[in-house]
């Protein structure tokens, strides 16, 4: 089955730049969408269709793409960024579409 | 704005069912359509599946696809989503959440909803 591959763990100090990548095979044809999820709460959108940032989402959050990897980047860490960071894409290939999350990086700001 | 108000926590035996529901305001409720996500305890996030308010087209996640069943009250605009024959692993955090279409982004959020089963 088709699967979205992310490092568990990134870190980072307060000012530096954070790149969490995503990888899947199908990530060229579908988009990727990109969720903030700090504990006791709800994920919440801040990237999507690869590069676009929802209003409300700080400009420190980027996503890019190439090939067969999504990446979402952020400038200028603040603590407050510390949290779990979700990809999404999905798998057109059944039947049926399938919505397909990645495993999860967990964002530590040193 | 818009917002999802989820139930309440639940404690089920395996074996039973759960419905779990989602109350929607602040947007046209037929213009979203309701995603519906879970987390166990200390894991990732995982699709359960996706209804249309507008026609009631469902697409549920294979894994589940037989156990669980979405639908949509669109006089009160909420979402429901049962899921029957529970097992320990079903222990999780529900979440709703409003997506244009299946594949599309989930624009918005409930609180979540704790199902926890145990005998």
């Known amino acids: 089955s088709y699967e979205l591959t992310q490092p568990p763990s990134v870190s980072v100090s307060p000012g530096q730049t954070a790149r969490i990548t995503c990888s899947g095979d199908?990530?060229?044809?579908?988009?990727a969408y990109w969720y903030q999820q700090k504990p006791g709460q709800a994920p919440v959108l801040v990237i999507y269709?690869?590069?676009e940032r929802p209003s409300g989402i700080p400009g420190r959050f980027s996503g890019s793409t190439s090939g067969t990897t999504v990446t979402l980047t952020i400038s200028g860490v603040q603590a407050e960024d510390e949290a779990d960071y979700y990809c999404q894409s999905s798998d057109s290939s059944g039947t049926y579409p399938e919505v397909i999350f990645g495993g999860g990086t967990k964002l530590t700001v040193l | 704005q818009v917002q999802l108000v989820q139930s309440g926590a639940e404690v089920k035996k395996p074996g039973a069912s759960v419905k779990v529901s989602c109350k929607a305001s602040g947007y046209s409720f037929t213009s979203y359509g309701i995603s519906w996500v879970r987390q166990a305890p200390g894991q990732g996030l995982e699709w359960m599946g996706w209804?249309?308010?507008?026609?009631?087209?469902?697409n549920y996640a294979q894994k589940l696809q037989g156990r669980v069943t979405m639908t949509t009250d669109t006089s009160t605009t909420t979402a429901y989503m049962e899921l029957r024959s529970l097992r320990s692993d079903d222990t999780a955090v529900y979440y709703c959440?409003?997506?244009?279409?299946?594949?599309?982004?989930?624009?918005?959020w409930g609180q979540g909803s704790l199902v926890t089963v145990s005998s």
């Open positions: 269709k690869d590069t």
């Open positions: 209804i249309s308010p507008y026609n009631g087209n469902t």
């Open positions: 199908a990530l060229p044809k579908q988009y």
């Open positions: 959440a409003a997506s244009d279409t299946v594949m599309a982004a989930m624009d918005y």
